[in-house]
């Protein structure tokens, strides 16, 4: 009687996930990611010098990490050895450690690999240093995560990073033939269907692959068209980290959109990140941001239009209130643009931190007392509504400061007339000053 493991085909002969029996068998033969496995490319070169390095490789999932890996054991003569920083810990290190010891005494080395690396803490990175450096092991790490931020400057000084990208549309399609040739039989699919199912693989190679497979154990009669394919087929959620890198990754190319007066752009980066799940009220804080920064006084209403989207979503919740943010977007991106008003801000907080604790000039202090009066405060001061044109003229900076031009307002929206009054106050304040 079969067992509930066989029942599963969790059997040892159980046949294998058509993903991993399309595992490439030569480097060269890796689709999508010629910039680090061509001749030319860093890992080419190594092979081609027979001296492999440690080396990180940083990507998406379903771009290739663990196959190159193996790969590189294959072609360096090295035993592979495997791990998870999800499921080891210090004991299951020490013995890949005291097992690659015993082989290099032998004259074998090791190449380690460590999947998802950057769930190791400190210590447990700094743990491989020692054995990295004596050639015990050449390690070859893979993480989803940006090294920068989540591997310590120590082990990244002595591994190599190799970015691997997201699988474009031509790489999948080739691994779509593989599928088939494998199968020996060809997707059941239209050819609208069949860019469908390439886009729902989001560049993951290993998800479109499970895709392909499905399809074919199906041994549907009819091609699916694109909606029949919708309704067969889980779509592949967008890679989206709300706390990592990818938060990040899409709020900046929002803002820079925005600063791009790109209205489709930003409308589109704004959909990628409310349908990966971000919080609206972090996308509305960065757009209230982009409005004092990246536009100021050219349009004044920006920022009121940024935090008005900020109180309708609020007000009405999701999905209704995302339309305020849609809109928020779309005029702050076709608003006129200026970063007047946030270079004069860190110029003028630069001369603050400069010059130190400077008094303001006499004339603009007030004298409440008989001796602050004596002492000549307020003495000279020119009143600026009693003055012709509204406008005294007199210099507010301290005195023993140079009178400084921190705000320069561009020539475009709201800025075009402040430029306009700027100039006008200048020129009275020169005509003043020759009049003595």
């Avoid at 970015?163 to 790489?171: I, N, P, Q, T, Y």
């Avoid at 693989?201 to 009819?222: K, P, Q, S, V, Y």
């Avoid at 209230?288 to 940024?306: F, H, K, N, S, Y």
Wanted: charged share 25%.
């Amino acid at each position: 009687m079969s067992t509930l493991f066989e029942a599963a085909g969790m059997q040892e002969d159980a046949p294998r996930p058509l993903a991993d029996r399309l595992r490439p068998e030569r480097l060269e033969d890796v689709v999508g990611q010629d910039h680090i496995t061509g001749r030319d490319a860093p890992l080419g070169r190594m092979i081609s010098a027979e001296r492999l390095s440690s080396i990180v490789l940083w990507g998406p999932p379903g771009t290739g990490k663990t196959t190159i890996a193996r790969l590189l054991a294959g072609v360096s003569g090295l035993d592979f050895e495997q791990i998870s920083a999800v499921f080891s810990g210090v004991a299951d290190l020490r013995k890949v450690f005291e097992k690659a010891k015993a082989r290099r005494l032998s004259g074998q080395g090791t190449l380690l690999f460590v999947d998802e690396i950057h769930r190791f803490n400190k210590a447990q990175q700094d743990g491989f240093l020692p054995y990295m450096e004596d050639g015990t092991i050449i390690l070859v790490g893979a993480t989803t995560e940006n090294p920068s931020f989540e591997l310590n400057a120590a082990l990244l000084s002595r591994a190599q990073v190799l970015v691997l990208h997201r699988l474009e549309d031509s790489a999948l399609e080739i691994l779509l033939g593989s599928a088939e040739k494998a199968q020996g039989k060809n997707l059941p699919l239209t050819k609208e269907a069949r860019e469908a199912l390439r886009a729902m693989a989001d560049g993951d190679g290993r998800f479109c692959l499970n895709l392909a497979e499905e399809l074919i154990a199906l041994n549907l009669e009819e091609n699916l068209d694109t909606a029949g394919l919708a309704t067969t087929l889980q779509r592949r959620a967008p890679v989206y980290d709300k706390g990592g890198e990818e938060h990040y990754n899409l709020i900046s190319a929002l803002h820079k959109s925005i600063r791009g007066s790109d209205a489709d752009a930003a409308l589109y980066w704004l959909a990628r990140m409310l349908v990966g799940g971000e919080e609206p009220l972090f996308v509305a804080r960065r757009l209230v941001r982009a409005a004092v920064e990246d536009i100021g006084m050219a349009d004044p209403q920006a920022v009121l239009q940024a935090l008005a989207a900020m109180q309708v979503y609020e007000f009405l919740g999701s999905p209704e209130g995302e339309l305020a943010l849609a809109q928020a977007v779309i005029y702050l991106a076709t608003a006129p643009k200026s970063n007047a008003v946030y270079k004069a801000s860190a110029q003028s907080m630069a001369a603050a931190k400069e010059y130190g604790s400077l008094t303001p000039p006499k004339h603009i202090l007030n004298a409440p007392t008989k001796m602050m009066k004596d002492l000549g405060y307020g003495s000279g001061y020119h009143y600026d509504h009693a003055a012709e044109a509204g406008f005294s003229g007199q210099d507010y900076f301290p005195e023993s400061l140079e009178r400084k031009s921190f705000y320069e307002p561009k020539n475009t929206g709201f800025e075009k007339e402040i430029s306009q009054r700027l100039n006008y106050w200048q020129h009275l304040r020169e005509k003043k000053k020759k009049e003595g």
